[in-house]
């Protein structure tokens, strides 16, 4: 609407908005309309147009309006220096008193979560979050990446051994996915090389922190002919500066304003350090002592430390950590002389991504399954790597972790169109 609008030159418009205020003095009325583009002030000559300004005064905020009049420049109002003298006014909905506001804890707004949805900061949020994902998409299809969408009904259980929703399926019961991982994999025994996926994730979690949820949207990739995962580090750290650059460009000064935050571009490469090394690090910075039995894994502490470390140490945002132990690592991840091939990526505090280079050989990867007590569980998988399969490896995203991490949010529920936790499952 606005955005037309601020196209046309000065004459007769017929628009359609809802009200975000009305302000109604003796003989006349400013209303403030919206829709998602933006705003435009509808000014009521109230003597002139008595009727128009009677229909407006009874309107709440929320109201939905059909809006005749002239388009006029004027260099006193704010948004985009113009206004509409309105003669003509047809309510198209009406609305009751909000139940919320602004000041509304999230769990209460997002009982009302359409409502909430109406903040200006809402719709920047997601126009950032479209763009980011669109970034990502169009630098992988750039290097020949294939976009595929994998079922999320699926017959084994776990591909962990945990953490999975059981449904009710015909006579029978089925489980909703965890990730794609499995058939991620399934397409680089398929031929396909290089493959991505945005899609739902399931995770039967109860976990109440600040960066989870039971059901969230995953930004998936695998690509095969990989050499080590440095191969997969290199194209992550790629990729997501490739993204921060375009949410840089179009909304930096939108985001810096609306949330005070400074959307910072990345240098590359990104800064890379083993577990062991993160350790010490910490201890001698910061007096973190990992207890001894929790040295394998990164702990929730020495997790959010990270964020401080990055930049003392190398003045950057992002944070790659290696050489975990086996022990809490996925079967599926390649081992050299015992130490899964992976990474977790790090920033500003908060882990965006676990990613590895897979074990591609059957006999190994079925080995690896059996020490997780998971080789019936996966049996179908395994199946997909006794044809022969080329190395490779991936990594997964949450874009809704990443929105939080990018706009520096308080809790992923912030960051999500409707939030599912393990006490939320309606609206």
Same mark, same amino acid.
């Given at each position: 609407?606005?955005?037309?609008?601020?196209?046309?030159?000065?004459?007769?418009?017929? *628009?359609? &908005?809802?009200? %975000?205020?009305?302000?109604?003095?003796?003989?006349?009325?400013?209303?403030?309309?919206?829709?998602?583009?933006?705003?435009?002030?509808?000014?009521?000559?109230?003597?002139?147009?008595?009727?128009?300004?009677?229909?407006? !005064?009874?309107?709440?905020?929320?109201? +939905?309006?059909?809006?005749?009049? /002239?388009?006029?420049?004027?260099?006193?109002?704010?948004?985009?220096?113009?206004?509409?003298?309105?003669? =003509?006014?047809?309510?198209?909905?009406? !609305?009751?008193?909000?139940?919320?506001?602004?000041?509304?804890?999230?769990?209460?707004?997002?009982?009302?979560?359409?409502?909430?949805?109406?903040?200006?900061?809402?719709?920047?949020?997601?126009?950032?979050?479209?763009?980011?994902?669109?970034?990502?998409?169009?630098?992988?299809?750039? =290097?020949?990446?294939?976009?595929?969408?994998?079922?999320?009904?699926?017959?084994?259980?776990?591909?962990?051994?945990?953490?999975?929703?059981?449904?009710?399926?015909? %006579?029978?019961?089925?489980?909703?996915?965890?990730?794609?991982?499995?058939?991620?994999?399934?397409?680089?025994?398929?031929?396909?090389?290089?493959?991505?996926?945005?899609?739902?994730?399931?995770? !039967?979690?109860?976990?109440?922190?600040?960066?989870?949820?039971?059901?969230?949207?995953?930004?998936?990739?695998?690509?095969?002919?990989? /050499?080590?995962?440095?191969?997969?580090?290199?194209?992550?750290?790629?990729?997501?500066?490739?993204?921060?650059?375009?949410?840089?460009? #179009?909304?930096?000064?939108?985001?810096?304003?609306?949330?005070?935050?400074?959307?910072?571009?990345?240098?590359?490469?990104?800064?890379?350090?083993?577990?062991?090394?993160?350790?010490?690090?910490?201890?001698?910075?910061?007096?973190?002592?990992?207890?001894?039995?929790?040295?394998?894994?990164?702990?929730?502490?020495? /997790?959010?430390?990270?964020?401080? *470390?990055?930049?003392?140490?190398?003045?950057?945002?992002?944070?790659?950590?290696? %050489?975990? $132990?086996?022990? =809490?690592?996925? *079967?599926?991840?390649?081992? =050299?002389?015992?130490?899964?091939?992976?990474?977790?990526?790090?920033?500003?505090?908060?882990?965006?991504? +676990?990613?590895?280079?897979?074990?591609?050989?059957?006999?190994?990867?079925?080995?690896?399954?059996?020490?997780? $007590?998971?080789? #019936? %569980?996966?049996?179908?998988?395994?199946?997909?790597?006794?044809? $022969?399969?080329?190395?490779?490896?991936?990594?997964?995203? &949450? @874009?809704?972790?990443?929105?939080?991490? @990018?706009?520096?949010?308080?809790?992923?529920?912030?960051?999500?169109?409707?939030?599912? $936790?393990?006490?939320?499952?309606?609206?």
């Amino acid at each position: 609407m606005t955005e037309q609008i601020s196209k046309l030159k000065e004459g007769k418009v017929r *628009f359609q &908005g809802m009200i %975000d205020t009305v302000r109604d003095k003796k003989n006349i009325q400013f209303v403030i309309l919206r829709d998602f583009s933006g705003k435009i002030q509808v000014t009521v000559d109230k003597v002139a147009h008595p009727e128009v300004g009677e229909v407006f !005064a009874h309107l709440l905020t929320g109201s +939905t309006v059909l809006v005749e009049g /002239e388009l006029v420049k004027s260099e006193y109002v704010k948004m985009g220096g113009q206004e509409v003298l309105a003669d =003509k006014v047809e309510v198209t909905s009406t !609305a009751e008193v909000y139940p919320i506001g602004p000041e509304s804890n999230i769990d209460q707004r997002i009982d009302y979560r359409w409502l909430d949805l109406r903040q200006e900061k809402n719709h920047l949020l997601f126009k950032v979050q479209t763009l980011f994902t669109n970034a990502m998409r169009e630098f992988l299809l750039d =290097k020949d990446f294939i976009e595929i969408h994998t079922p999320k009904l699926i017959g084994t259980a776990s591909e962990s051994g945990s953490e999975v929703f059981q449904v009710k399926y015909f %006579d029978t019961f089925a489980y909703l996915a965890q990730s794609p991982q499995f058939y991620k994999q399934m397409a680089m025994s398929g031929g396909f090389g290089r493959i991505f996926e945005c899609g739902p994730v399931f995770r !039967a979690e109860k976990s109440h922190s600040k960066k989870h949820a039971t059901e969230f949207t995953g930004f998936d990739l695998e690509f095969s002919n990989i /050499e080590s995962f440095e191969d997969v580090m290199k194209l992550e750290e790629e990729l997501l500066t490739y993204a921060l650059k375009k949410v840089s460009e #179009k909304y930096g000064e939108e985001i810096k304003a609306t949330f005070g935050v400074d959307v910072v571009v990345p240098t590359l490469p990104f800064p890379r350090i083993k577990l062991c090394d993160l350790y010490n690090e910490l201890e001698k910075r910061y007096g973190y002592t990992c207890p001894e039995e929790e040295k394998d894994d990164l702990t929730t502490e020495a /997790e959010k430390l990270c964020g401080q *470390f990055a930049k003392d140490a190398y003045n950057h945002e992002f944070l790659f950590v290696t %050489d975990y $132990g086996a022990r =809490k690592r996925a *079967f599926y991840h390649m081992r =050299k002389d015992g130490v899964p091939q992976g990474y977790d990526l790090i920033w500003k505090g908060v882990e965006i991504t +676990t990613g590895a280079q897979r074990e591609h050989r059957y006999d190994i990867l079925k080995k690896q399954a059996e020490e997780k $007590g998971l080789a #019936k %569980d996966v049996e179908f998988y395994l199946q997909f790597f006794k044809y $022969g399969c080329p190395p490779h490896g991936g990594f997964g995203l &949450g @874009l809704d972790r990443i929105t939080m991490n @990018l706009l520096e949010l308080p809790n992923i529920k912030e960051s999500m169109f409707i939030f599912r $936790g393990p006490e939320r499952i309606t609206p």
